[in-house]
Nanobody, 124 residues
Framework: QLQLEESGGGLVQPGGSVRLSCAASGIALDAYAVGWFRQAPGKEREGVSCMGSTGASTHYADSVTGRFTISRDNEKVYLEMNSLKPEERAGYSC???????????????????WGQGTQVPVSS
């Protein structure tokens, strides 16, 4: 059973930066579609940034384009978040999809494996 574990969350001041990591056990992440999703209290889960299985395709939510960057190696997926806003306070989770998802998508139904999430409070 694939297991994912996020790390790197914690209190960030508005305008600050944080880098989240997601480690996977049992697979080489650079062969699968991966994504980062977030869910704030009382809101629906939102796809933040996703990458297709080959790594050539990435997708970002409009609200984070230019500020967030998704990357990966064969062991981990990363999400670099800059210029964070208070409204981006949420639980951030990584997810892994199929190896045939070449075109990046943040449709959560395409992802079969999910981490528990890490909290990123954004507050002064």
């Amino acid at each position: 059973q694939l297991q994912l574990e996020e790390s790197g969350g914690g209190l960030v001041q508005p305008g600050g930066s944080v880098r989240l990591s997601c480690a996977a056990s049992g697979i080489a992440l650079d062969a699968y579609a991966v994504g980062w999703f977030r869910q704030a209290p009382g809101k629906e889960r939102e796809g933040v940034s996703c990458m297709g299985s080959t790594g050539a395709s990435t997708h970002y939510a409009d609200s984070v384009t230019g500020r967030f960057t998704i990357s990966r190696d064969n062991e981990k997926v990363y999400l670099e978040m800059n210029s964070l806003k208070p409204e981006e306070r949420a639980g951030y989770s990584c997810a892994v999809g199929s190896s045939w998802i070449v075109q990046a998508t943040c449709t959560h139904q395409e992802y079969a494996y999910w981490g528990q999430g890490t909290q990123v409070p954004v507050s002064s």
